[in-house]
């Protein structure tokens, strides 16, 4: 069983910058994809971006060029470094693991951009 745990949310105002961290309670070696959710009230949750265990990278396209995804298979862990950030990324964010057979997830951090 692979647990998933956020860090790093909190409030920020516009144009900060927010690291989110997601550490796992075993090797991510077989996790093939991981990848950032989020869910602003009253929406649906929605992909942020996507790093895969070769390294290439996807990201929603609201998100590119402020934010960066990386993971860390020796340590276990994945980040997502949020630069320039708007009022619009106000939203609970969720770590994936994709798996051949499952899904994980966390259980969310908050991240709230206001001045």
């Known amino acids: 069983q692979l647990q998933l745990v956020e860090s790093g949310g909190g409030l920020v105002q516009p144009g900060g910058s927010l690291r989110l961290s997601c550490a796992a309670s075993r090797s991510i070696g077989n996790i093939y994809a991981m990848s950032w959710y989020r869910q602003a009230p009253g929406k649906q949750r929605e992909l942020v971006a996507t790093?895969?265990?070769?390294?290439?990278?996807n990201y929603a396209d609201s998100v590119k060029g402020r934010f960066t995804i990386s993971r860390d298979n020796a340590k276990n862990t994945m980040t997502l470094q949020m630069n320039s950030l708007k009022p619009e990324d106000t939203a609970v964010y969720y770590c994936?693991?994709?798996?051949?057979?499952?899904?994980?997830w966390g259980q969310g951090t908050q991240v709230t951009v206001s001045s």
């Open positions: 790093i895969i265990s070769g390294g290439l990278t």
């Open positions: 994936n693991g994709r798996s051949v057979t499952r899904d994980y």
